[in-house]
């Protein structure tokens, strides 16, 4: 094992071996009927290519944010709903390439797509993009909820990153069918100790996150 530690602005552990570090689990070995398709392992994201730091389709989080997130699939599962996960852990490094991405305006290759009325030298000040990210301590996740039978996700009424308004938690710009979908994914996921980002209707953080203050960087493998 090979441990670096750096501090800037707060602590970033780099580990460069396969296992995991304590404290953190494998969601599917803990929850097998739940869905994840890691948008950053592939090329259905904003960027339009694989992440750095995604080597393996897995979702990994804390312990304490795995057993509280079954509890909200233990529920979901009664009215025939399922958690589906876009992102987990980050790496640190996956940040980095987000920001190297951010700062190269002429990289506009899915504008249209995932934010087409955000000029992208806004990304920073509008808190699309930032240098670290809770998902990098590992208890914050990106998610959706899907029909358990087909998967197929029920209508939430914007994308998943997608950047701007319609995509708020607050967002008065959707249909009653839309409003309700995200009033009971807000609603289950606060029941079991998560808190939302005002600007994302699919993210969530463990309310007492193990590793409030630290920002690790092993590969998701």
Do not use: C
């Not at 290519?49 to 599962?77: D, M």
């Not at 190297?100 to 993009?129: C, S």
């Not at 029941?191 to 960087?217: A, I, Q, S, V």
């Amino acid at each position: 094992m090979k441990l670096r530690i750096t501090f800037i602005f707060a602590l970033v552990v780099h580990f460069t071996f396969a296992q995991l570090p304590k404290g953190f689990v494998y969601v599917n070995d803990i929850i097998p009927s739940i869905h994840v398709e890691l948008r950053y392992f592939g090329s259905n994201n904003f960027m339009g290519k694989p992440i750095e730091g995604y080597q393996h389709e897995v979702a990994i989080l804390s312990e304490q944010a795995t057993f509280a997130l079954k509890e909200v699939q233990n529920e979901l599962q009664q009215y025939n709903l399922s958690i589906k996960i876009y992102d987990s852990y980050r790496p640190q490094r996956a940040v980095n390439h987000f920001m190297r991405w951010a700062r190269d305006l002429n990289d506009t290759l899915n504008k249209q797509e995932y934010y087409p009325n955000v000029m992208k030298q806004h990304l920073f000040k509008e808190g699309y993009i930032a240098a670290r990210s809770g998902h990098t301590r590992g208890s914050t996740l990106d998610m959706t909820l899907v029909d358990s039978k087909t998967g197929k996700p029920i209508d939430m009424g914007s994308p998943y990153d997608f950047f701007g308004e319609v995509s708020w938690v607050k967002s008065k710009n959707l249909t009653t069918q839309q409003l309700a979908n995200r009033m009971l994914i807000q609603t289950i996921m606060k029941k079991y100790g998560f808190m939302h980002y005002p600007k994302e209707w699919w993210h969530f953080t463990l309310r007492n996150e193990p590793f409030p203050y630290t920002y690790f960087d092993f590969p998701v493998n």
